[in-house]
């Protein structure tokens, strides 16, 4: 991403969200709250795996797609991350 980060707007999938609302409030919360970091001030520990980008929030990933014209993020899925 480039230095000069803009505010992105955020979309989140249907299924995105039923997964959201099914965690444990603070898992939820720890996610919400790295999405709208990202979204803020490009901030967070992402991986690009094109055309996607996985966010790490907590014990889970979301998956996102970019979209730099619109300026927003999309947030597609959300799911427990394997770590090794």
């Given at each position: 991403?480039?230095?000069?980060?803009?505010?992105?707007?955020?979309?989140?999938?249907?299924?995105?969200?039923?997964?959201?609302?099914?965690?444990?409030?603070?898992?939820?919360?720890?996610?919400?709250?790295?999405?709208?970091?990202?979204?803020?001030?490009?901030?967070?520990?992402?991986?690009?795996?094109?055309?996607?980008?996985?966010?790490?929030?907590?014990t889970?990933?979301?998956?996102?797609?970019?979209?730099?014209h619109?300026?927003?993020?999309?947030?597609?899925?959300?799911?427990?991350?394997?770590?090794?």
């Open positions: 991403m480039s230095t000069a980060w803009r505010s992105f707007a955020i979309h989140w999938d249907p299924a995105a969200l039923h997964v959201l609302y099914q965690l444990h409030p603070w898992t939820a919360a720890a996610v919400d709250r790295a999405v709208l970091r990202f979204a803020e001030v490009g901030e967070g520990k992402l991986e690009s795996d094109p055309p996607y980008h996985r966010l790490r929030a907590a889970h990933d979301a998956l996102l797609v970019i979209d730099g619109a300026e927003q993020v999309n947030v597609i899925r959300i799911y427990r991350a394997r770590r090794g």
